[in-house]
């Protein structure tokens, strides 16, 4: 059983969804936003709030697994730069708390959650409300961070699998 934290990391919203998994089930235990636009246009303020929010769902669910999407080239290079401060300061938060970091691209999470990588906001939101049987469609921002969560959950499943098959052939070799 393990406990997946992700992120879907963004300077003013960020999104956090957290599932517990055991081997192929996923079952949810929440998911929200961190709300850095509180603190108004001081981006080092929001990087706080990101920072103390992160940490403090650390504390809360206490995680064995951390994920969060990585960085895509926007249109803006200063939302990109943004983007990137916001998302080191959740690693960060992660670091503290003694978690590797796993990072995946928009497409690899559409493409795990959904089975394209080019799937949309809605199809991304259908899905994991599907997977995670939940009564109502998580915000977006949420959605796309329980998105991150399942996407870690089934590269670490299948990684598992993957050791546990390379054991056996070794042993299989020192017979």
């Known amino acids: 059983m393990s406990i997946i934290l992700g992120i879907d990391p963004g300077s003013r919203l960020t999104g956090y969804g957290v599932i517990k998994?055991?081997?192929?089930?996923f079952t949810y235990l929440g998911s929200g936003c961190i709300r850095a636009i509180s603190a108004g246009d001081d981006?080092?303020?929001r990087l706080q709030v990101i920072f103390a929010g992160v940490s403090e769902l650390v504390l809360q669910f206490k995680p064995d697994l951390f994920a969060i999407e990585q960085?895509?080239?926007?249109k803006n290079p200063d939302s990109a730069l943004k983007l990137g401060q916001a998302r080191g300061a959740a690693i960060v938060a992660a670091t503290n708390a003694g978690l590797d970091i796993a990072e995946y691209s928009a497409r690899q999470i559409k493409q795990s959650v959904v089975g394209s990588g080019g799937a949309?906001?809605?199809?991304?939101q259908h899905m994991v409300k599907t997977i995670l049987k939940l009564p109502g469609t998580p915000q977006a921002d949420a959605a796309d961070a329980l998105a991150v969560a399942l996407c870690h959950g089934h590269s670490h499943e299948a990684l598992g699998k993957m050791a546990g098959k390379v054991t056996k052939t070794v042993r299989r070799r020192l017979r």
Do not use: E, N
Request: proline share 0%; net charge positive; hydrophobic share 40%.
């Open 43 to 45: 981006l080092g303020a």
């Open 71 to 74: 960085v895509f080239m926007a």
């Open 21 to 25: 998994q055991q081997g192929r089930h």
């Open 120 to 124: 949309d906001k809605t199809q991304v």
